[in-house]
């Protein structure tokens, strides 16, 4: 019997919604929780039969900005390992801690010294005339991942504008992602595509398993370019940038394609 194909998976907005962005009917179904046990995002139900063939037909691995603490709130049986903190941390398909994947996150944090210590402090600083943030560092396995500035009112969104103020030194070490009222500043070490390229060479080492994935984002593009057939959603992220730039250069060129 021919093995079943590995498919790396983002989660929110590509699997679920969170109750903000669509109001729940009696059709959807619940995907998460918060810290204190209250539905969080929720599935449609094409959501629910794309995850139920998922399940059924791929052996499935969430890769997701969201922690292992944060993705045990998430209820659906993922059970063949996991991508999680952006690439931070990588749980093996027997559900142990990588411990490989983590001595390569703790020697290139050792590299970057005090900079993700300072940098919640620093934000608040770049952001004075802009707008009131909140900041955090994500943290785990003893370990500083990334740091987030979240606008505290969303309604005039000015992330873009902060991203300008950063340091020359920040952005040679790091990499930038913003969803909306949401910025994550992430060490290059961190990264969804290189713990999915470890994860292939490690538990498909004779790489004879067909890999597909799916994203809704453009940060979730460097992942997918590690399968062999990728997707997204309609109306995302990727979709949105997609449509665009094909149609942009059909105006420049006047035809389809490449010579």
């Not at 398909?93 to 050792?110: K, N, T, Y």
């Not at 590299?111 to 009131?132: R, V």
């Not at 292939?200 to 809704?216: H, L, N, S, T, V």
């Amino acid at each position: 019997m021919n093995p079943k194909p590995l498919a790396f998976v983002d989660l929110d907005d590509t699997l679920f919604q969170t109750h903000r962005k669509q109001q729940p009917t009696t059709h959807h179904k619940l995907a998460t929780t918060d810290k204190n046990g209250q539905p969080l995002s929720y599935m449609r139900p094409k959501q629910q039969i794309f995850v139920n063939w998922l399940l059924s037909s791929a052996e499935t691995i969430p890769v997701t900005a969201r922690s292992v603490e944060a993705l045990q709130r998430v209820h659906i049986p993922f059970q063949h390992g996991a991508i999680c903190s952006h690439g931070g941390t990588i749980i093996s398909p027997d559900q142990q801690l990588d411990m490989e994947w983590l001595d390569i996150q703790q020697q290139s944090v050792a590299q970057l010294k005090n900079l993700l210590d300072d940098l919640p402090n620093a934000l608040h600083d770049y952001a004075q005339s802009l707008g009131s943030i909140r900041t955090w560092t994500v943290e785990e396995n003893d370990l500083k991942i990334y740091t987030v500035a979240k606008q505290n009112h969303p309604e005039e969104l000015f992330l873009d504008q902060l991203v300008q103020r950063l340091p020359q030194t920040v952005l040679d070490q790091c990499y930038v992602h913003i969803n909306g009222n949401n910025l994550a500043i992430i060490p290059k070490h961190v990264s969804k595509q290189k713990a999915v390229e470890f994860f292939i060479q490690k538990y498909d080492p004779q790489f004879e398993r067909a890999i597909i994935g799916w994203g809704d984002s453009l940060s979730d593009a460097g992942f997918l370019s590690c399968c062999d057939w990728f997707g997204m959603p309609k109306n995302s992220q990727l979709d949105h940038f997609l449509i665009k730039n094909i149609s942009e250069d059909y105006e420049k060129k006047g035809f389809l394609g490449h010579v």
